[in-house]
């Protein structure tokens, strides 16, 4: 049987270039590069590379499947989370300090970079990427309970497997929410992307559901398999979940992301 895939050979050409330049620049262990047609769930390309001992780079793992701890990437999820329960709002201020560090609950929280500014929008916390700011969004919405996190990020599909159209789909890990002692400081973890772990499929689907405007797409690979010529299955986009949340926090969570580009 010809299995006819969703992959445009261009698009990989030119993500597999690109991918292969950025691990040369950076010398990373390794690297994945996925694009997704954003109103299917599309596979266009997915480019995967290693380092071998000798510094070359090799297609040796599907990396885009491997589930690792997703640092800021996963702040989307925070503040997704933190406008739909509703606890803050987008332009809410949020003093994160000039120190780069502050205690927040019982964990001391330090950013990657000093903040532009003392106080922050909840935007900017975003388009600055302090962990200092979204640790204080994620304090605020669910210190009280902390197990409440994962029911967003459940909502978000970041707890269960990639419903991929591929074998050997590893499900994600997450720190307890629920053990008395421990759930705060993991929550915390949790907001800025530490103590859990998730595939950048995973991410990836999060984020095309914004691009999407709230709609969340099934990532898939195959598009038919025929037998001489003849198709005896045809696969079409699915949607996943109508609405991830609210409209007015999809707007808010886009127009974050943009200013993640023009300021952040």
Known sequence: KDIFTT?????????????????????????????METSTGKIKAMANLGRRPDGSYWEDDNYALRATEPGSTIKLATLLSVLE????????????????????????????????????TVKDCFAHSSNVGMSKLA????????????????????DTRSPIDLSNVP??????????????????????????????????TLYNAIANNGRM?????????????IISKEFQPTVIEENICKPEVVKAA???????????
């Open 7 to 35: 992959i445009d050979v261009n698009i990989q050409d030119i993500t597999q270039t690109a991918l292969m330049r950025m691990m040369q620049q950076c010398e990373g262990p390794y690297g994945t590069a996925i694009v």
């Open 217 to 229: 797409m099934k990532p898939y690979l195959v598009s038919s398999v025929q037998t001489n010529g």
């Open 85 to 120: 329960k509703g606890s803050s709002r987008i332009d809410d201020l949020v003093e994160v300090g000039g120190a780069g560090r502050a205690q927040v609950g019982t964990k001391i929280v330090t950013d990657a970079e000093r903040s532009p500014r003392a106080i922050l």
């Open 254 to 264: 886009q127009s974050a992301m943009e200013a993640t580009v023009s300021d952040g």
């Open 139 to 158: 304090y605020k919405a669910f210190a009280q309970r902390p197990a409440e996190l994962k029911e967003y990020l459940h909502r978000f599909r970041l």
């Open 171 to 204: 499900k994600p890990t997450m720190a307890p929410l629920d053990q008395k002692g421990s759930a705060e400081g993991n929550m915390l973890w949790m907001s800025f992307g530490y103590g859990l772990q998730v595939s950048p499929l995973h991410t990836l």
